[in-house]
Every structure is written in C-alpha cells, then in structure tokens.
C-alpha cells in the first residue's frame, strides 16, 4: 500500500514569491492534515480536512495562506507571498476516520523542506 | 491553551532501557499518542494510550496516567536504530480544538554503542 505522497520533497525561494505544496493521501482515507513542523519543535496543525471540508483551520495565516482538498483526495496548500519565518517542512498526514475518538493514528508523509530566503 | 511537555534530549546505551515521560495540561483529554522521528523522516505511530495503564508493544511500552497528566514510553533492548526523536501528542476533548492533535516539542533520544 502507497504511503502518503508529497511534492516537492524540497524548495528554495526568495521571499515574497509563492509556493505550493501537493499531497496525495493514503487511499480511502477521508481527513488529511497540513502541519508546520520548525527544526526542534514537534508538527504544529494549520489545517484539517474532513472529506472536501475544511474543519478545523483555525491556525492557518489566512493572509497569506490557502489550502484547498478538491473531490476530497489530493489537496494543496499554498504560500502567498512567503516570508524568512516561513522556512520549515511542511508535513501532510491523513488518517482513517474522524479525530475526535478512537485510535486513528495519522500517518505522515515525508514532508517538504522549505527554505526562504 | 495546551500544554506538552518532555525532556530535548536523552542519551542511553546499546541494550539499556530508557524511559521518557511527558506531562501535559490540555482542555480535557481524549487519547494520548507517542510517534518517533528519524531525522529528516515523517513521523510514524508507536503507540496510543486513551485508559490508565500500561500498552506494551514489543520492545515499546507506553504509561498513562490521567489524573496526573503524565505519559511514559519506554523502550527496552535499546538499539542502534531507536536514535530518533520521540514526540508525545495529546488530543483534547474540548472546546474549539477538539479532535486536534497537539505535539511536544519531541525528546531527541542517542543510542550510544
């Protein structure tokens, strides 16, 4: 079985120029997650899919930060215009079923390093 | 807010037991996870402790204890290849966040030979 897919695995900008980020979800699973993970800290939520429904983005900079999951698969999560304090990697998990009980265990893919600079 | 908290660092031995502990103080508590990290690797899922008591898995074993906030992985047999960083997540159950995972900063863990 296919992990959870991301592209690029790395990207080099200079600030104030846009990027995106592409996530595939392990197949069949219906919430996908975007976390921000800085060097020596653990993955911090921006946003939390339910099929096509974002429902929970309370922590997503909406200023300059959009995501969207069309169809409820694959999802994007876009920078615009990045900033320095954008550089970390941005993790993409997905999991079986609704987080609010039970054991579904996220699994996460292998994130895109992002450096501003 | 939520707040987790684990020790940044550990060394141990090849063989040794280690234990690491976590307490937290979260808005309700609904589940407990403990995911391990290589460097420059995603996250990937040990363990989940939602009852008191002990979850043993292999040479992995998690503790939770509700009523003091705290949470222990231990790992036995240590190996070369347990060098990672350990991240205790907890799951609130109340409020705005519910369903949200939120992380410690993780506990970065040497294995020496």
């Known amino acids: 079985e296919a992990g959870v897919v991301q592209s690029p695995r790395y990207k080099i900008i200079e600030k104030k120029q846009p990027v995106a980020f592409w996530c595939n979800p392990i197949?069949?699973?219906?919430?996908l997650y975007w976390y921000r993970q800085n060097l020596g800290q653990g993955p911090e939520l921006l946003i939390r899919?339910?099929?096509?429904?974002?429902?929970?983005d309370s922590q997503l900079p909406k200023d300059r930060f959009s995501a969207e999951r069309l169809k409820g698969v694959d999802s994007t999560l876009k920078i615009q215009p990045a900033e320095l304090g954008d550089s970390a990697v941005y993790l993409c998990?997905?999991?079986?079923?609704?987080?609010?009980?039970?054991?579904?265990?996220?699994?996460f893919g292998p994130g895109t390093r992002l450096t501003v600079t | 807010g939520q707040n987790i908290d684990q020790p940044t660092e550990m060394t141990a031995t090849e063989g040794a037991i280690v234990q690491i502990n976590c307490t937290y103080q979260?808005?309700?508590?609904?589940?407990l996870f403990w995911y391990q990290q290589h460097a420059g690797e995603a996250p990937t899922f040990l363990s989940y402790?939602?009852?008191?008591g002990l979850e043993e898995k292999g040479r992995f074993s998690s503790f939770l204890s509700r009523s003091k906030g705290y949470s222990y992985l231990l790992l036995k047999e240590l190996q070369m290849k347990d060098s990672a960083s350990y991240l205790c997540?907890?799951?609130?159950?109340?409020?705005?966040?519910?369903?949200?995972?939120?992380f410690g900063r993780g506990t970065q863990l040497t294995v020496w030979p």
């Open positions: 979260t808005s309700g508590f609904n589940g």
């Open positions: 899919y339910e099929n096509e429904e974002a429902v929970d």
């Open positions: 998990a997905s999991s079986l079923g609704q987080e609010r009980s039970g054991s579904y265990e996220q699994y």
């Open positions: 402790n939602v009852l008191d």
């Open positions: 997540a907890v799951r609130p159950s109340r409020g705005s966040t519910l369903g949200r995972l939120y």
């Open positions: 197949s069949g699973h219906n919430t």
